[in-house]
């Protein structure tokens, strides 16, 4: 039986890279973006639309079996910017999953959703919950904390199958020190989205995006537990990265979730 996935913002940085990793013989990827698609030789459907139009979005998910939603602006701008694309748009998404009676939804949250925590918040194992309440370090990071809190009403409320990823620096290997904690490979961020496309029963879950990384403070055991097999460590790559061999967790870059992020100017 062939199954078909929708996948919103698909001409993004993160679409773009999983489109080959998630492609299979069994499978159909119907890809969404306002951004021009290539059809390519891969069987995948293209959709030229904005997630945030409902009749698109309804159109979108009819016949899918899930949907990847990882469209959205990506970083810090202003308040009404962020609210009516990542916030409200999120939200027309959801609607026409409920419609079309979509039973799972994977939603790209981030790393900046819970950004003001730090190293001294971590458990009693070492790493810190996937579970961690929100604490937001931006505007962009409230956005996706209140993508969380939708897809959590919307389990609730309808019973869909909801994993919101909190994704770390994702990219093809890790540029700088703060990334040997929290970068997540595009092999690795694959294998996440398929564990949660597979995840039963259906539940409400908060996942970490990340590898393993040997510097990470993030626990892993909820990806662990829907069969989430990170495969890569930021380490290989650190003899590469300048100031790594001085890497101090007590510096603040490294030391909140957020990084930077936590003194970037809002808006």
């Given amino acids: 039986m062939t199954e078909r996935i929708l996948i919103t913002g698909a001409a993004g940085r ?144 309808f019973g869909i199958d909801v994993s919101c990823l909190r994704i770390g620096a994702f990219r093809p290997e890790p540029l700088a020190p703060a990334d040997l904690a929290v970068w997540l490979s595009p092999a690795d961020c694959a294998r996440l989205l398929e564990a949660c496309l597979a995840a039963a029963p259906a539940a409400f879950r908060v996942l970490w995006g990340i590898s393993a990384n040997s510097r990470r403070w993030f626990s892993l055991s909820e990806g662990t537990a829907i069969g989430y097999r990170p495969a890569d460590d930021a380490e290989r790559f650190a003899a590469g990265i300048p100031g790594a061999a001085e890497f101090d967790p007590a510096d603040p870059v490294l030391y909140r979730v957020g990084g930077g992020f936590c003194a970037m100017p809002l808006g």
């Fill in 14 to 157: 993160i679409g773009t890279a999983l489109r080959p990793l998630l492609a299979r013989p069994d499978r159909v990827l119907r890809l969404l973006d306002l951004a021009p698609l290539e059809k390519g030789d891969d069987g995948s459907e293209i959709v030229t639309a904005s997630f945030a139009d409902p009749a698109a979005m309804d159109e979108a998910c009819a016949g899918v079996d899930a949907v990847v939603h990882l469209g959205g602006l990506p970083g810090e701008t202003s308040w009404e910017q962020i609210a009516a694309v990542n916030i409200n748009g999120t939200q027309q998404v959801l609607e026409a999953v409920v419609r079309r009676e979509v039973p799972r939804i994977v939603l790209a949250s981030s790393i900046h959703a819970a950004g003001f925590w730090n190293r001294d918040d971590v458990g009693l194992n070492g790493f810190l919950p996937a579970d961690t309440p929100p604490r937001p370090d931006t505007f962009y990071g409230v956005s996706k904390a209140a993508i969380e809190a939708l897809g959590s009403l919307y389990h609730s409320r």
